[in-house]
């Protein structure tokens, strides 16, 4: 079950939060848990069992974590704790990537069985490790009721795309929360907003990227053209899906993170991957970059904790060469920027700074979207010539006219301008505000019905 669907919106979500609502305190837990297993159960019933043993297990290493005293002990509990929950990523995530490298490389007939990948199972596995780590090192506690901690790892807004919550964040909330009729009004708001980002933006936009990657050759601008159209489609698209999730926490009385902010008005690589997919990022510094030794060693251990981080967050978005590719490409760029270009960028003009940020960004959703290194190295050469169809084309400026509209009111929403101004039209005109929202979900409305395309990139994840 996905967020933009007919189902999930006129059915499930609103059965779920009159129940949530209507139940008492005592019980909402209970009444999330069994909604997110619903919610789970609707697209892989076959792996609810895989996240349940990830829910046992964690929580018994929780409480034994939570009773040991001994040093020792607690490191070898949590050496067990993560060493199982990497080996079932692993072997689900990774191992049919791996022995498709190894046959490849070394002639082997090892046996691929070809698993469908479990949805979500890169964020729940990610919070149950924060859970443990963080219980280990004595900055949370462990948690006692195995509903309350189920009711954490399963958690249905985000559990199959994030944000990554960690439960330091949300342990008060899981005890004791509100859902007050404001908190759902803005809640309804918020989903509404990322179901429009979704739906009427990154699908429409995906259109666009994916006829011009199926084009056999490109003009240079065509391949710009649709380069740009997939790094707009993939924001909206996870972006949209993250505000659905705040929203829907919101709704439960939940207060989620932000994951994004305006990550394409970035000045440098770096403070794009401050504002792009936060949750992974402050998870892969707080429980990696950091234990590793951050930028508090020498420039060679830097450099190293930097590729070590980045081809680990490089494998985390998929099993394949390109991600790595992909992740060993950012750590060059946040190395070279740290160490050879920072000061230079720093004296750029905004407008330079953040044009030259987007040209890297946009080259490096290129190697992300495309696991088949032929097409990537076409693709590529596409955007600097090389065996380009010319500059520009009718090709070109048919899909600039057909779609400048879209193009130019995604760039608009790409900035803080038309939330601010959303925000002061619902404080100073409610019912006008009432009115837009109302029609903005029946346009979304209108297109699930009548669209077929509806996919959703960050699944695969």
């Known amino acids: 079950m996905v967020f933009s669907s007919l189902h999930f919106l006129y059915i499930y979500l609103p059965v779920v939060m009159l129940a949530h609502l209507l139940a008492p305190r005592r019980l909402r837990n209970g009444v999330l848990l069994a909604a997110s297993l619903w919610f789970y159960a609707w697209g892989e019933p076959v792996y609810v069992g895989l996240m349940l043993f990830s829910v046992a297990w ?3 290493t929780g409480l034994q974590l939570g009773a040991a005293a001994r040093p020792s002990r607690r490191k070898a509990i949590l050496a067990g704790a993560v060493a199982v929950n990497l080996a ?25 069985y070809n698993l469908p990948l479990p949805i979500g ?41 994030g944000p990554i919550v960690k439960y330091a964040d949300i342990e008060a909330q899981l005890q004791k929360r509100r859902a007050t009729l404001a908190q759902v009004g803005q809640g309804l708001e918020r989903v509404i907003l990322g179901l429009a980002k979704k739906v009427l933006l990154a699908n429409n936009l995906g259109l666009l990227a994916d006829a011009m990657r199926a084009a056999p050759r490109l003009s240079v601008l065509s391949a710009w053209l649709g380069a740009a159209a997939y790094a707009l489609q993939i924001y909206f698209d996870f972006s949209g899906y993250s505000d659905m999730a705040i929203g829907m926490g919101r709704m439960l009385g939940f207060g989620f993170a932000e994951n994004f ?17 936060i949750s992974l990022s402050g998870w892969f510094r707080d ?13 060679g251990r830097h450099i190293l904790n930097l590729l070590a981080v980045w081809l680990l967050t490089g494998l985390w978005h998929g099993a394949s060469w390109n991600f790595v590719l992909w992740g060993l490409y950012y750590a060059v760029l946040l190395i070279a920027e740290k160490y050879v270009t920072g000061r230079a960028l720093s004296k750029l003009p905004d407008g330079v700074a953040r044009a030259l940020t ?4 946009t080259v490096g959703w290129v190697i992300f ?37 879209l193009i130019a009111f995604a760039a608009l929403c790409c900035g803080p301008g038309l939330r601010q101004w959303q925000l002061r039209l619902t404080g100073r005109l409610p019912a006008v505000a009432l009115v837009l929202f109302a029609a903005l979900l029946a346009a979304c409305t209108a297109y699930l019905v009548h669209g077929s395309y509806n996919p959703f990139l960050y699944f695969r994840f």
């Not at 902010?261 to 997919?277: G, I, K, L, M, N």
């Not at 429980?287 to 420039?299: A, D, Q």
């Not at 987007?358 to 960004?361: H, I, K, R």
Request: aromatic share 20%.
């Open 58 to 60: 964690n929580y018994v």
């Open 287 to 299: 429980y990696v970059y950091i234990p590793l030794g951050g930028n508090r060693v020498g420039i």
């Open 88 to 112: 079932v990523l692993g072997f689900f995530k990774y191992y049919g990537f791996l022995v498709q490298t190894l046959n490849g490389a070394l002639g082997l007939r090892l046996p691929d």
């Open 121 to 161: 199972i890169s964020f729940y596995t990610f919070q149950a490790l924060s859970y443990i780590i963080d219980v280990y090192r004595g900055t949370t506690k462990p948690q006692p009721s195995l509903v309350d901690f189920a009711t954490y790892i399963t958690m249905f807004p985000q559990l199959v795309a």
């Open 358 to 361: 987007l040209v890297l960004v």
């Open 261 to 277: 902010d305006y990550p394409y008005r970035a000045r440098s690589v770096t403070e794009f991957w401050r504002r792009w997919h």
């Open 369 to 405: 979207s495309n696991t088949d290194f032929s097409a990537m190295g076409r693709y590529l050469g596409f955007l600097v010539g090389i065996g380009a169809g010319g500059f520009a084309d009718g090709a070109f400026l048919y899909a600039l006219r057909s779609n400048a509209l």
